[in-house]
């Protein structure tokens, strides 16, 4: 089993940054893939960026070029790097890793944007 904690969330102005940082816990596997996930009132869970432990990114279009997502093997840690945010980024964010078949989700860490 494994388990992801999510922190970073909070209340931003638009235009403001954050940092989301996931640590992952338990039976940790190489080769897995962590990233995050999104989803706002009313929407279904949307993905927003992930991240093979080899480096390999992939990133919804409507955050490219100002969210980024990183990983610290090492610390079984990811970071999602959100910038220049809009008032639809604002949601729940939710840690994921999938491994040996299996999906893994943090409990959620909410970002409010304000205009």
């Known amino acids: 089993q494994a388990q992801l904690v999510e922190s970073g969330g909070g209340l931003v102005q638009v235009g403001g940054s954050l940092r989301l940082s996931c640590a992952a816990s338990?039976?940790?596997?190489?080769?897995?893939?962590m990233g995050w996930y999104r989803q706002a009132p009313g929407k279904q869970r949307e993905q927003v960026a992930t991240m093979t432990s080899g480096g390999t990114t992939r990133s919804a279009d409507s955050v490219k070029g100002r969210f980024t997502i990183s990983r610290d093997n090492a610390k079984n840690t990811v970071y999602l790097q959100m910038n220049s945010l809009k008032p639809e980024d604002a949601a729940v964010y939710y840690c994921?890793?999938?491994?040996?078949?299996?999906?893994?989700w943090g409990q959620g860490t909410q970002v409010t944007v304000s205009s």
């Open positions: 994921v890793m999938v491994q040996g078949g299996r999906t893994y």
């Open positions: 338990g039976r940790i596997f190489s080769g897995n893939v």
